[in-house]
C-alpha cells in the first residue's frame, strides 16, 4: 500500500529532477512576482512621468505669466513716471503759490528783484486752461536775460508775453554802455502757465478750422487790475 501511495509523487524523482523541479518552481514564482512588480513600478513611473510634464508645464506659464508680469510692472512705473512728469509740465490745478514760487526762485537765481506779481482769471480753452500772473521786476541787462532763460528751462511751460522793458539810467555817459555803467532794466510782462482741465470741467468749444493750439500771444493785452506787493 504504501509502494502505492509514493508512485507517482516526487518521492520518486530523483534528487537532479527534484532539483530541477525546484528550479523551475522558484523561477517561474520569481518572474511571476517580477513581472507583477515591474508592471506597478513601471504604471507608477509613468504616472509619475506625465505628472513631472504636467508640472514642468504649469511652470512654464508660471514663469511666463511671471514674465509678463514685470513686463507690465516695468511698463506701469515708467507710466506712472512720465505721468509725474507730465503733470509737472500740465499739472491738473493752477498750483498758483507753486507758480509764484517758480517765477521767484528764478528770479532769485538771476539776479533779478521780483517786486510785484498780480495772478489773473484764468481762461478755459479746448483741452487746457491758461493760468496767467502780470509780473513786475528790475535787475541789469544780464540778469534780466538769464531771468527769461531761466523760466525757459523749469519743468512746467510758462509762455512769457507782453514784455515791455525800461531802462533806467544808472548814471552813464555813454548810452551805449549803460550796462557796465550800472544800468538798471525794469520789465513788466504776463506770465502764463497752463493747466489741464478737469473731466467735470466744460472746456471752450472749438472755432471751426482753428487748431487746438495754444493761442497766439496777444502783445496789446492788458495787465491784471489786481497787484501784490512783495
Known amino acids: 500500500m504504501a509502494a502505492l501511495k509514493l508512485k507517482g509523487s516526487l518521492g520518486d524523482l530523483s534528487i537532479g529532477v527534484r532539483l530541477a523541479v525546484g528550479i523551475v518552481f522558484v523561477l517561474v514564482t520569481a518572474g511571476a512576482y517580477f513581472f507583477i512588480l515591474y508592471s506597478d513600478v513601471t504604471a507608477s513611473t509613468e504616472a509619475k512621468s506625465v505628472e513631472l510634464e504636467d508640472q514642468q508645464g504649469k511652470l512654464a506659464a508660471a514663469e511666463a505669466a511671471k514674465g509678463e508680469y514685470n513686463k507690465d510692472l516695468a511698463e506701469k512705473a515708467r507710466l506712472d513716471a512720465l505721468g509725474r512728469k507730465q ?13 509764484l514760487s517758480t517765477i521767484q526762485s528764478v528770479a532769485t537765481a538771476s ?3 521780483l517786486t510785484s506779481w498780480a495772478p489773473g482769471d484764468e481762461m478755459k480753452e479746448e483741452f487746457y486752461a491758461t493760468v496767467p500772473m502780470q509780473l513786475k521786476l528790475v535787475g541789469k541787462y544780464h540778469q534780466i536775460a538769464k531771468f527769461f532763460y531761466g523760466v525757459g528751462q523749469v519743468d512746467r511751460i510758462i509762455n512769457m508775453e507782453n514784455i515791455i522793458l525800461t531802462v533806467k539810467d544808472g548814471g552813464a555817459k555813454d548810452k551805449g554802455v549803460v550796462e557796465d555803467q550800472g544800468a538798471q532794466v525794469l520789465v513788466e510782462c504776463l506770465a502764463t502757465a497752463f493747466r489741464a482741465l478737469a473731466s467735470n470741467e466744460t472746456p471752450k468749444k472749438r ?4 487748431a487746438g493750439a495754444p ?5 496789446h493785452a492788458a495787465p491784471a487790475a489786481e497787484e501784490k506787493k512783495e
Open 207 to 210: 472755432a471751426p478750422g482753428t
Open 111 to 113: 539776479g533779478a528783484t
Open 215 to 219: 493761442p497766439a500771444a496777444d502783445a
Open 87 to 99: 503733470k509737472k509740465v500740465l499739472p491738473d490745478d493752477a498750483e498758483m503759490p507753486t507758480f
